[in-house]
């Protein structure tokens, strides 16, 4: 018996063997057989045995490779779909303080408010990852690294971001010879909020006045910018 591959349509001769085996196929059972010229599969069932079913051979290939059902849509038409399929903004804040309790009640009191804790090991680690996430607020302490805070290489990184990116981040420095809420500090250092380390057990409460008081003043520009610049 002669047949045609699917696939590199060589004329190949059945073995007596092979040729049995398709006469004891059940109906709508395949065989399947590597080309001995290409490699490929060849699907052959019982209607090979029949000369005048040429055509259909041709198409058994596109009858094995049938393609998957299209998706369903109709939660796009009806405007609803499962509530498992959302996928909430949470605000994350980075933390560059070293392990202890004042990083503790710190990453504490930004849970507390809703946002996200992840914290860096060292400034290189904090500039890789503030490369690839959109942080809504970074917390620096003054000891984080040896050194005075002009030395500090992650805070001069924060000083030279571009407005676009830095104006949506609420910069937090901590130490211990800040003024806790002393605007004028804060916007000398190149930060929205300065905290003393004696008032670390308070900064949840410290957060709730200085976050919706740095929206009140900037909220409504900043939407007009992002408006301006998207």
Not at 9 to 27: F, M, V, Y
Not at 31 to 60: F, M, W, Y
Not at 208 to 228: D, H, T, V
């Amino acid at each position: 018996m002669i047949i045609i591959c699917q696939n590199c349509n060589k004329k190949l001769k059945l073995s007596d063997k092979t040729e049995k085996g398709i006469q004891q196929l059940a109906p709508g059972r395949l065989l399947r057989l590597p080309c001995p010229k290409c490699g490929e599969a060849i699907v052959l069932d019982g209607n090979h045995l029949n000369p005048s079913s040429t055509a259909q051979q041709k198409n058994l290939k596109a009858e094995a490779v049938k393609p998957p059902d299209a998706p369903d849509i109709t939660w796009l038409k009806e405007g609803t779909f499962e509530e498992e399929e959302v996928v909430e903004d949470i605000p994350q804040t980075l933390i560059l303080i070293n392990p202890g309790s004042a990083r503790d009640q710190v990453a504490k009191a930004i849970e507390s408010i809703g946002y996200q804790a992840s914290f860096a090991g060292s400034d290189e680690e904090a500039m890789e990852k503030m490369q690839f996430v959109n942080y809504a607020s970074v917390i620096l302490h003054t000891s984080f690294r040896p050194g005075p805070l002009d030395e500090s290489p992650f805070h001069h990184f924060m000083r030279d971001m571009s407005m676009l990116k830095r104006r949506y981040i609420f910069y937090i420095l901590i130490g211990p010879d800040f003024s806790t809420l002393y605007d004028l500090e804060a916007l000398a250092l190149s930060a929205n909020l300065v905290v003393n380390d004696n008032e670390i057990p308070e900064l949840l409460t410290i957060l709730r006045k200085a976050i919706p008081r740095y929206e009140e003043l900037f909220g409504s520009l900043m939407a007009e910018i992002s408006a301006y610049s998207g």
